[in-house]
C-alpha cells in the first residue's frame, strides 16, 4: 500500500490493542485483536517489525511480531516487563522491568540469542531512566537528574552522552522539567518535553539541535508528562497523543507548527502511543 504506518494503541471497554494506520487516516487495522492487553508498540529499524508489551501470558511480557500482527514470539519471561525501544542495530531492544515491589530498571534482549543483559540499575523512579539512542547508535539522550540535585528543585535536563557513558552534557538548563528526548531519523534534531513555560505538570513539545541549540516550540503547553511522540520518517512531522480531550493522536507540522487529528473516534475510544514506522 506503500504509506509509512503508524502504530498506536486503541483501547475501548478496557481492552487494548495495537493498531496501524496510514498517516492520512486510511487502511486502519487492528494487528493484535487479543483479549488481552498489548501495548508500547515500537518498529523495528528496517520497518519490517513491531515489538510490544503484552499480558496474554498472565503477566507483561515483552513480544515481536511482524508488521502485520502475525507470528508473535515472546521475548522475555521473567518479572512485570513494558515498554520496548529498538537499538539501532535491529538485533537488540531495551525495555523496561520492574519487580512489582516499587523498582524499575532497563534491561536489553537479543532478539537472535534471547540472550538478556541488564543496562541500568534499579530505581524507584520509574520515569527517567528511559533512553533514547541516536539512529547511528553512538550516543545517548537521556532526562538527567544532576542538577536537580545541585539545586533540590523539580527540575531535570536533557542530556547527551556517548554510548560508553564518555562526554557527558546538558543541553538544557532552565528550573523546569525537561523530559522523554526522541531524536529525528536524520539524528540532527532531538524533540522533548518541556515544563519551560512556567506551568507545573504541563508540558509543551519542543524541538532542538543536537547540540542543544535552535530550540524550536512546537505546540502550547498541553500535555500530561505520560504522552509519547514519534517523528515521521522524513522528519518532516510528529505524531503525538493528547489526553485532552478524547485521547486522540495528533500530526504536527514541524515547520509550520500546525495539528490535525488522525482519527475518527467513537465514545469510549482512546489512542495512545503512536509510533511512525522507518
Excluded at 218 to 226: D, R, V
Amino acid at each position: 500500500n506503500g504509506c509509512k504506518k503508524i502504530a498506536f494503541v486503541m483501547s475501548s471497554k478496557s481492552i487494548l490493542d495495537i493498531y496501524t494506520i496510514c498517516p492520512d487516516g486510511s487502511k486502519l487495522t487492528n494487528i493484535t485483536n487479543d483479549s488481552s492487553s498489548d501495548s508500547h508498540p515500537s518498529w523495528s529499524p528496517d520497518g519490517t517489525k513491531i515489538a510490544f508489551a503484552s499480558s496474554r501470558a498472565g503477566n507483561g511480557q515483552i513480544y515481536v511480531m511482524d508488521e502485520n500482527g502475525n507470528n508473535p514470539i515472546k521475548l522475555t519471561s521473567d518479572y512485570e516487563n513494558d515498554f520496548p525501544i529498538w537499538l539501532p542495530d535491529g538485533k537488540q531492544i531495551t525495555f523496561r522491568t520492574t519487580d512489582a515491589n516499587g523498582l524499575w530498571w532497563w534491561r536489553i534482549v537479543n532478539t537472535e540469542s534471547n540472550e538478556i543483559s541488564q543496562f541500568s540499575e534499579p530505581s524507584y523512579d520509574f520515569f527517567f531512566q528511559t533512553p533514547a539512542w541516536s539512529p547511528d547508535g553512538q550516543s545517548i539522550a537521556y532526562m538527567s537528574l544532576v542538577e536537580q540535585q545541585k539545586r533540590n528543585d523539580g527540575s531535570s535536563q536533557i542530556h547527551i552522552k556517548n554510548v560508553d557513558g564518555s562526554n557527558d552534557a546538558a543541553l538544557t538548563n532552565n528550573v523546569w522539567a525537561n523530559i522523554n528526548p526522541v531524536w529525528s531519523p536524520d539524528g540532527i534534531k532531538i524533540a522533548f518535553l518541556s515544563e519551560q513555560d512556567g506551568i507545573y505538570d504541563m508540558f509543551a513539545l519542543y524541538v532542538m539541535d543536537k547540540n542543544g541549540t535552535n530550540t524550536q516550540k512546537l505546540t502550547e503547553p498541553i500535555y500530561p508528562e505520560n504522552v509519547n511522540f514519534a517523528w515521521s520518517p522524513d522528519g518532516q512531522q510528529i505524531a503525538i497523543n493528547n489526553d485532552v480531550p478524547a485521547g486522540n493522536i495528533s500530526i504536527i507540522d514541524i515547520k509550520t507548527g500546525k495539528s490535525r487529528e488522525l482519527l475518527h473516534l467513537s465514545d469510549g475510544e482512546r489512542a495512545s502511543a503512536p509510533s511512525w514506522q522507518p
